[in-house]
């Protein structure tokens, strides 16, 4: 928890105290970026002056509703997306924390990166952004080296967190992953799995 809430100081700091979304994106598969994200989330939820979202957006390996325990009964973002979902409100789920709402991913989908870049996942998130004053929004994103859909992400959040697992990637593939984000908003890495 220590960690979490020292990770989030740091993101505060860089933020300059507004509100803003942080995408956290894994080098590859299997390097704990959900479990980053999520918890990332619940320390800003832990602070009693702050909201938190977490948006589940990785529709080929979706994890958080699970993680989380939350039934998903109306939906998720790529069904709010598609369409098929209207009321942006239905998508967003108590998660059991105090202060910290989910988005789920939703119906799977094979192909994702037409639905990040449309105009209609921008009004999302500048909707779910302005619906609260200090409410921070969490991206958990897909690996950053296997499609370019982290990198589409990246354009719609203000900060980026690589995660990558401690003894799980070279520094070759930390370099890669990082190049493909806007410098400016590179926060860092975080290395999961360090016991």
């Known amino acids: ?29 299997g390097c704990g970026g959900s479990f980053v994200a999520r918890n990332l989330a619940a320390a ?5 002056s702050k909201t938190a979202l977490l948006v589940d957006c990785d529709p080929l ?3 958080q509703h699970a993680a989380l325990g939350v ?5 998720g973002m ?17 998660t059991g924390l105090p202060r910290l709402r989910l988005v789920p991913s939703g119906t799977p989908r094979e192909t994702t990166g037409e ?16 619906t609260q004053s200090n409410r921070y929004l969490i991206l ?11 990198r589409i992400l990246s354009d719609l959040a203000d900060l980026v967190v690589v995660v990558a697992g401690h ?12 190049a493909n984000f806007d410098p400016d908003k590179l926060a860092g890495v975080v290395f999961n799995n360090i016991y």
């Open 1 to 29: 928890a220590d960690a979490f809430r020292g990770l989030r100081t740091k993101l505060l700091a860089l933020g300059q105290d507004r509100d803003f979304i942080t995408l956290v994106a894994p080098v590859q598969p």
């Open 44 to 48: 800003f939820a832990f602070d009693d």
């Open 61 to 63: 390996h979706p994890t």
């Open 71 to 75: 039934n998903v009964d109306s939906g």
């Open 78 to 94: 790529m069904d709010y997306l598609d369409g098929s979902v209207a009321d942006l409100a239905a998508i967003q789920y108590l």
């Open 115 to 130: 639905y990040f870049s449309s105009s209609r996942m921008r009004m999302m998130i500048d909707s779910l952004r302005g």
């Open 140 to 150: 958990d994103g897909p690996p950053a080296l296997d499609s370019p859909d982290a």
């Open 167 to 178: 003894g799980q990637v070279t520094i070759d593939r930390i370099d890669n992953a990082a």
